[in-house]
């Protein structure tokens, strides 16, 4: 049974930097694409970001030059690096993996079949 795991969140001020951090407990951790995605308070839950084995990357517009994924497979764990943030950044962060896709990025939640429990960020101004 996969397990993802998220920490690293917290409350900042604009401007800061946080990173989180998402444990993976599976095996072949190394073949899947990992994602973030967030949910502000009656939001729909948006792509952030996603990471390929091969480490392709794909953003949001909104966090684009921004915000960094990477991922550490020795570790079965992938960062976000969010950098510069801002107010509107405030959401549930969660990882997320999509384990039939290998070499392209989704960003469509219904692809991600495992979802974290999710970590809290806010940002105040």
């Known amino acids: 049974q996969v397990q993802l795991v998220e920490s690293g969140g917290g409350s900042v001020q604009a401007g800061d930097s946080l990173r989180l951090s998402c444990s993976h407990s599976?095996?072949?951790?190394?073949?899947?694409?990992m994602g973030w995605f967030r949910q502000a308070p009656g939001n729909e839950r948006e792509f952030v970001a996603a990471?390929?084995?091969?480490?392709?990357?794909k953003y949001g517009d909104s966090v684009r030059e921004r915000f960094t994924i990477s991922r550490d497979n020795a570790k079965n764990t992938v960062y976000l690096q969010m950098n510069m943030l801002k107010p509107d950044d405030t959401a549930v962060y969660y990882c997320a993996v999509d384990r039939t896709a290998t070499a392209i990025v989704r960003v469509a939640r219904r692809y991600y079949d495992v979802w974290g429990q999710g970590t809290q960020v806010t940002v105040s101004s």
């Open positions: 599976g095996r072949a951790f190394s073949s899947y694409v």
């Open positions: 990471i390929t084995m091969y480490n392709l990357t």
